[in-house]
Nanobody, 115 residues
Framework: QVRLVESGGGLVQAGGSLRLSCAASGFRFVSKDMSWYRQAPGKERELVASITGISGDTQYEDSVKGRFTISRDNTKNTVALQMNNLKPEDTAVYYC????????WGRGTQVTVSP
């Protein structure tokens, strides 16, 4: 059974940092691309960052480049999102995503950035 469990969200002031983590199980993690998405109130879910399986190549949405870093630990089956210099517009529910034989999502973790 595929499971994706996010943790690390919370409330932070603008300019602060948070680190999200996603624990994955139920599939061969090392070879799968992993991503973080976010969804703000009234907006569509958007891709924030992705990381490929074995090579670990990364991609970022333009507004988070230079502030967010996605990484993975293939020995622990985890993927992390380090978020620095957070802005109020980063406020959203953040979801871990695995693109397997179908799309799998975690339940999400709330990130709130106050001005």
């Amino acid at each position: 059974q595929v499971r994706l469990v996010e943790s690390g969200g919370g409330l932070v002031q603008a300019g602060g940092s948070l680190r999200l983590s996603c624990a994955a199980s139920g599939f061969r993690f090392v070879s799968k691309d992993m991503s973080w998405y976010r969804q703000a109130p009234g907006k569509e879910r958007e891709l924030v960052a992705s990381i490929t399986g074995i090579s670990g190549d990364t991609q970022y949405e333009d507004s988070v480049k230079g502030r967010f870093t996605i990484s993975r630990d293939n020995t622990k089956n985890t993927v992390a999102l380090q978020m620095n210099n957070l802005k109020p517009e980063d406020t959203a529910v953040y979801y871990c995503h695995a693109d397997l034989w179908q799309a799998y999502w975690g339940r999400g973790t709330q990130v709130t950035v106050s001005p």
